[in-house]
């Protein structure tokens, strides 16, 4: 069964340094997406990145970077100079690939807190 | 702004009744996906349309039912509701179907039945 542990319920980060966020995945897909979303205090859900099983490389969006490790199944979102705008939860997510219809599965959340 | 929109925003409403959660997808995008977040369940999977067609079914009890309109915008239905049902529900859509499309989520609609 697929599966996405996040086991960091809250995380505390120094404004401007760097935060790693953990996530490990199951499944028995040959080909998946992950996903990070972020969700502030206002409850909107925002995509931040996505990485691809296939892909060799590791994905950056701007401050955010995926920490793709494909034999250890993690894929952990590196947020680099974090700012106060930052504290929200993220949340983890897996989806299969391919052209059907797939269940999207999210991890249960890690809170940020950027401390001034 | 996702460019989803939903309605409303917020519906308070009591044990055994019926609600309908509207949706409108970005424009373009051809499936709309359903999620319930509570606080004991987390993020839930209900439901994926594309083009006007069920395409995955997630952990979505019988009392809910959704469709997705020639428009392309979906509505989902809550009956029968229960305390339990209280809970955000965000609707996502994305261009096409498959599993790397991105989903982009709307504001979510707070249901609270009391």
């Known amino acids: 069964a697929q599966k996405i542990t996040q086991t960091q319920p809250g995380m505390f980060v120094q404004e401007k340094e760097a935060v790693t966020l953990d996530c490990t995945y199951d499944t028995s897909d040959q080909s998946y997406g992950l996903f990070w979303y972020k969700q502030p205090s206002s409850g909107e859900m925002i995509f931040l990145i996505y990485?691809?099983?296939?892909?060799?490389q590791n994905a950056t969006e701007g401050r955010y970077s995926l920490n793709f490790q494909k034999a250890r199944k993690s894929a952990n979102l590196v947020i680099s100079a974090s700012q106060l705008g930052d504290s929200a939860m993220y949340f983890c997510a897996m989806r299969p690939l391919g052209t059907g219809g797939f269940k999207t599965i999210f991890g249960a959340g890690t809170r940020l807190f950027v401390k001034a | 702004d996702s460019g989803v929109t939903q309605t409303p925003k917020h519906l308070i409403t009591a044990t055994g009744q019926r609600v309908t959660l509207r949706c409108s997808p970005r424009?373009?995008?051809?499936?709309v996906y359903w999620y319930q977040q509570s606080l004991d369940q987390g993020l839930q999977f209900l439901i994926q349309y594309y083009n006007g067609e069920e395409r995955a079914k997630g952990n979505i009890l019988e009392r809910f039912s959704a469709q997705q309109f020639p428009d392309l915008h979906s509505e989902l239905n809550l009956s029968s509701l229960e305390l339990g049902d209280s809970a955000l529900y965000f609707c996502?859509?994305?261009?096409?179907?498959?599993?790397?499309?991105?989903?982009?989520f709307g504001p979510g609609t707070r249901l609270t039945v009391l």
């Open positions: 990485q691809g099983s296939y892909d060799e």
């Open positions: 424009s373009g995008d051809l499936s």
């Open positions: 996502a859509s994305s261009t096409l179907a498959g599993g790397e499309d991105t989903q982009y």
